[in-house]
């Protein structure tokens, strides 16, 4: 079992900057694909960026690439996202995800099905 806290959520003006963290429990964290996503209100939830074990292999949705970089510090059980040049339209509940992978990665990496635990959440808001 592994248990995920989001924090770093706040609400920022249109071009600022916020960094998420999300804290896991258990031994094996080194060992999970991490995922970011997000939901907006009255959207789908929708995926953000994904990162293997090491975190030399990381995924971005096209609305994040160039101003998010997610990030992980296995010793710590903790992995990032870092977002840059906020906008109005990143305004969303964001949330981490783990999966287990005995590979280092797993295939539908922006699929929200394929992962296995969940954060509860840390609210984003950008405003313009």
């Known amino acids: 079992q592994v248990q995920l806290v989001e924090s770093g959520g706040g609400s920022v003006q249109a071009g600022g900057s916020l960094r998420l963290s999300c804290a896991a429990s258990?031994?094996?964290?080194?060992?999970?694909?991490m995922g970011w996503f997000r939901r907006a209100p009255g959207k789908e939830r929708e995926f953000v960026a994904a990162?293997?074990?090491?975190?030399?292999?990381?995924f971005y949705a096209d609305s994040g690439k160039g101003r998010f970089t997610v990030f992980r510090d296995n010793a710590k059980n903790t992995v990032y996202l870092q977002m840059n040049s906020l906008e109005p339209e990143d305004t969303a509940v964001y949330y981490c995800?783990?999966?287990?992978?005995?590979?280092?990665?797993?295939?539908?990496?922006?699929?929200?099905?394929?992962?296995?635990?969940w954060g509860q959440g840390t609210q984003v808001t950008v405003s313009s």
């Open positions: 995800a783990g999966k287990f992978s005995p590979v280092g990665m797993v295939y539908r990496f922006d699929d929200s099905d394929e992962y296995d635990y």
């Open positions: 990162i293997a074990w090491s975190g030399g292999t990381t």
């Open positions: 258990g031994r094996t964290f080194s060992r999970y694909v």
